[in-house]
């Protein structure tokens, strides 16, 4: 079972940039589709960026296109989540998931393994 660490989180200023990172456990990593989830307090959690196994596609929520960006090594077994210009709305916990098989990107049900989740948490 891969086990999945994210990082990176923290407290930061509307505005300000942050980078987050999911590390996968083994080398399956590199064969599977990546997306980033979040669930803000109080709401239910919803998807924000997907990347697909080769690093070649890539979706986002309409709420963070042209501000987040998602990446991937394979080689490191790493993803990552690039967050630039954050407001107080993208205050939540990020989580990290895998897929084998991925026909919609944005349902949580079609992951297979998930991260434990990073607390984000945007000032005005």
């Given at each position: 079972q891969m086990q999945l660490v994210e990082s990176g989180g923290g407290t930061v200023l509307a505005g300000?940039?942050?980078?987050?990172?999911?590390?996968?456990?083994?080398q399956t990593f590199?064969?599977?589709?990546?997306?980033?989830?979040?669930?803000?307090?109080?709401?239910e959690r919803e998807f924000v960026?997907?990347?697909?196994?080769?690093?070649?596609g890539k979706i986002y929520h309409k709420s963070v296109e042209?501000?987040?960006t998602v990446s991937r090594d394979n080689y490191k077994n790493t993803a990552w989540l690039a967050m630039t210009d954050?407001?107080?709305?993208?205050?939540?916990?990020?989580?990290?998931a895998v897929g084998f098989y991925i026909s919609h990107?944005?349902?949580?049900?079609?992951?297979n393994f998930w991260g434990r989740g990073t607390q984000v948490t945007v000032s005005a």
């Open positions: 300000d940039a942050l980078r987050l990172a999911c590390t996968g456990s083994d590199g064969n599977i589709a990546i997306a980033w989830f979040r669930q803000a307090p109080g709401k960026a997907y990347i697909h196994w080769s690093g070649s042209g501000r987040f954050l407001a107080p709305a993208d205050t939540a916990v990020y989580y990290c990107h944005d349902q949580e049900g079609e992951y």
